[in-house]
Antibody, heavy 126, light 108 residues
Framework: QVQLQESGPGLVKPSETLSLTCSVS??????????WGWIRQPPGKGLEWIAN???????YFIPSLNSRVTISVDTSKNHFSLKLSSVTAADTAVYYC??????????????????WGQGVQVTVSS | EIVLTQSPGTLSLSPGERAALSCRAS???????LAWYQQKPSQAPRLLIY???SRATGIPDRFSGSGSGTDFTLTISRLEPEDFAVYYC?????????FGQGTRVEIK
């Protein structure tokens, strides 16, 4: 069973870059029967999808963050990372990584995020 | 972008009662790509329903999903104490993927 764990600094200064890592266990990030993604939740608010990707190269971002988001993969460490540049207080949130089963993502055969990591709180403040 | 609107915002019920949560989409959503999640304080969301009506692994049969097009419903047949939480609908068929704003089910 795939398990995910987020890590990263809990405090980031405005205008700097937020960097988070999601460590994957119980499965390989190069396995194309899964897709991977990031979701965030501002304090006291609902969930906001940020991005999805498959190892084979399909990547999707929420348009409102598209120009500020970078996703990278480190296969040697079996983890993937999120970088969000030029952060403001509005980027303060709990950030979750998650995966979903994707028997054939490109043809639309995939399932929703499950499981999720436990989440990491990131606060943007000087 | 598909906007999902959940109602009511808060549902006050007693254990043993039936809960019906609504999720309305701003445009048609394929049933294949409609999910429901449960979230408790300080926890990650837990998948309950996918494909509008299929229960995820380990989810009790008191949880059921229904609907099509723009109107979907999550029903909890008899509320157990552990069911008091926030519930989100989620469409994952059209990018950007979106979530509803949530319905809180609280103890009356």
């Amino acid at each position: 069973q795939v398990q995910l764990q987020e890590s990263g600094p809990g405090l980031v200064k405005p205008s700097e870059t937020l960097s988070l890592t999601c460590s994957v266990s119980g499965g390989s990030i190069t396995d194309n029967s899964f897709y991977w993604g990031w979701i965030r939740q501002p304090p006291g608010k609902g969930l906001e999808w940020i991005a999805n990707f498959t190892y084979s190269g399909s990547t999707y971002f929420i348009p409102s963050l598209n120009s500020r988001v970078t996703i990278s993969v480190d296969t040697s460490k079996n983890h993937f990372s999120l970088k969000l540049s030029s952060v403001t207080a509005a980027d303060t949130a709990v950030y979750y990584c998650a995966s979903g089963s994707a028997p054939h993502y490109a043809s639309g055969t995939y399932f929703p995020f499950d499981p999720w990591g436990q989440g990491v709180q990131v606060t943007v403040s000087s | 972008e598909i906007v999902l609107t959940q109602s009511p915002g808060t549902l006050s019920l007693s254990p043993g009662e039936r809960a019906a949560l609504s999720c309305r989409a701003s445009q048609s959503v394929s049933s294949t790509y409609l999910a429901w999640y449960q979230q408790k304080p300080s926890q990650a969301p837990r998948l309950l329903i996918y494909g509008a009506s299929s229960r995820a692994t380990g989810i009790p049969d008191r949880f059921s999903g229904s609907g099509s097009g723009t109107d979907f419903t999550l029903t909890i047949s008899r509320l157990e104490p552990e069911d008091f939480a926030v519930y989100y609908c989620h469409q994952y068929g059209s990018s950007p993927w979106t979530f509803g704003q949530g319905t809180r089910v609280e103890i009356k």
